[in-house]
């Protein structure tokens, strides 16, 4: 079974920083795309970033510019670099990886870790 653990959340002051984690264990078969997702109290989640094995990357429009989201192929693992956080950046922040296997795609989720943007 693939899981993902997430780590790096916490509490932050706007114009903070903060780097996520995200590893995975278990898979058999190479993971393909691995990104982030996020969600607010009394939001929809929302696409935060996601990135290739080759190293291609996608970034929400209000993210651009302020977060970096990179991958270790070696580890499966990824990394989810905030900077310049603002108080909209709250959320619950989850890590997902796709992995095919037999021409059918599967999607794993981590457990969500806490971001909060207060001073």
């Known amino acids: 079974q693939v899981q993902l653990v997430e780590s790096g959340g916490g509490l932050v002051q706007p114009g903070g920083s903060l780097r996520l984690s995200c590893a995975a264990s278990?898979?058999?078969?190479?993971?393909?795309?691995m990104g982030w997702y996020r969600q607010a109290p009394g939001k929809q989640r929302e696409l935060v970033a996601e990135?290739?094995?080759?190293?291609?990357?996608k970034y929400a429009d209000p993210v651009k510019g302020r977060f970096t989201i990179s991958r270790d192929n070696a580890k499966n693992t990824q990394y989810l670099q905030m900077s310049s956080l603002k108080p909209e950046d709250t959320a619950v922040y989850h890590c997902?990886?796709?992995?095919?296997?037999?021409?059918?795609?599967?999607?794993?989720w981590g457990q969500g870790t806490q971001v909060t943007v207060s001073s």
């Open positions: 997902y990886c796709q992995i095919w296997v037999g021409g059918v795609r599967y999607d794993y």
């Open positions: 278990g898979s058999r078969s190479s993971i393909d795309a």
């Open positions: 990135i290739t094995p080759d190293g291609s990357t």
